[in-house]
């Protein structure tokens, strides 16, 4: 799992503060639940693992939906991708480890996002959008492995103009434990006064953390914001009561200061770590459409039935499927 790399002993520190002039020291936050995911597949068919399943909306309130991608090492004309399709709504969080897609949506935005790099588009009031492998590793194979996140807009702004941030490997802030024994990669958001690339409508933070094997990461986390861990690899515990985890699982923490990670296994363990404000709104999820009430979906529907939504470029990329020779 390469993702982003670096000396974590040259790196910035992520400290937790000390206790105040109260003599209160930051809280852990305890561990309120432990979920593993379902096994799924999605697009044309390229399988994935359901993170959120089973979880109330309201404990990832601002978040709605996350997908991990692979890890799967694929064989010469296995990788698959998704064909053009809607959104309104929320904001798409593409996160690669390993491998590469390639994006293109009907407001202009479009690139090519490998280990370590994310798109981050924002559909608000629609967008249509492709994510694909190229023809390239459909035809080699390889390793693929990555997330997708979606992030509810608020009310206020869900029919806002779309937007599309390409944030490339190196704009990713880089910070360590203090001891050195965790790599973190700060995607978007403020952790410890380190601050992410990415712009987002609501606050919150997204970032991946590398714990070495028998290490342990302390990060502050904003008290406000709601807490959770996906583990992507590895196995470790949670909390102060150190809870044992493992891949493919979600952890949603309680109120607190700080979340506690370790690893516990002979390999690293990567995290990722979501948080952010809740929007406390109603939510009414159907398909590519994320909005306040029945109406706004059905009205997205015939939206996109019209046109409105936006069409499909001339020069439209397509999922590149080939042939075994």
């Known amino acids: ?9 040259t790196l910035p520190r992520l400290e937790v503060p000390l206790a105040g002039a109260d003599s209160s020291a930051p ?59 809607p959104h309104r709504g929320f904001e798409t969080v593409t996160y690669i480890i390993d491998g590469t897609f390639v994006h293109q949506d009907s407001h202009g935005g479009g690139g090519t ?4 790099a994310t798109q981050w588009m924002t559909a608000g009031r629609g967008i249509l959008h492709i994510e694909t ?12 492995h990555g997330v997708q996140l979606w992030v509810n807009l608020p009310s206020r702004s869900k029919m806002v103009e779309p937007r599309y941030q390409n944030l ?31 712009s987002t409508h609501t606050p919150i933070v997204v970032a991946h953390a590398t714990v070495a094997p028998g290490a342990q990461l302390v990060v502050p986390w904003d008290p406000t914001f709601n807490a959770l861990a996906y ?21 949603v923490f309680g109120d607190g200061d700080t979340v ?15 948080g952010g404000q809740p929007i406390r709104e109603p939510v009414v999820q159907y398909g590519p ?6 109406a706004e979906v059905q009205q997205a529907f015939e939206d996109f039935q019209r046109g409105v939504l936006g069409t499909v470029p001339a020069d439209g990329i397509r999922p590149f499927r080939g042939r075994r020779s």
């Open 27 to 85: 809280r852990s936050r305890p561990v309120r639940s432990i979920t593993t995911a379902p096994d799924g597949y999605e697009g044309e068919g390229f399988p994935v693992r359901r993170a959120f399943a089973g979880v109330p909306l309201a404990d990832l309130d601002p978040f709605v939906h996350m997908d991990q991608m692979g890890e799967v090492d694929y064989a010469p004309y296995e990788p698959r991708g998704t064909d053009w399709h």
């Open 168 to 198: 490339d490997a190196d704009l990713v802030t880089l910070v360590a434990s203090p001891d050195g024994g965790a790599l973190v990669r700060l995607i978007a958001g403020d952790l410890g006064g380190h601050r992410g690339p990415g």
């Open 1 to 9: 799992m390469p993702a982003v790399t670096a000396d974590t002993l």
């Open 289 to 294: 459409f994320v909005m306040n009430t029945k």
């Open 133 to 144: 492998p190229p023809e390239e590793l459909v035809v080699s194979g390889g390793l693929f």
């Open 113 to 116: 996002i490998s280990d370590g």
């Open 260 to 274: 506690v990670l370790t690893a516990t296994g002979a390999d690293s363990l990567d995290v990722l770590l979501l």
């Open 231 to 251: 583990v992507l690899a590895g196995s470790g515990a949670v909390g102060d009561e150190r809870h044992p985890v493992r891949t493919g699982q979600l952890v």
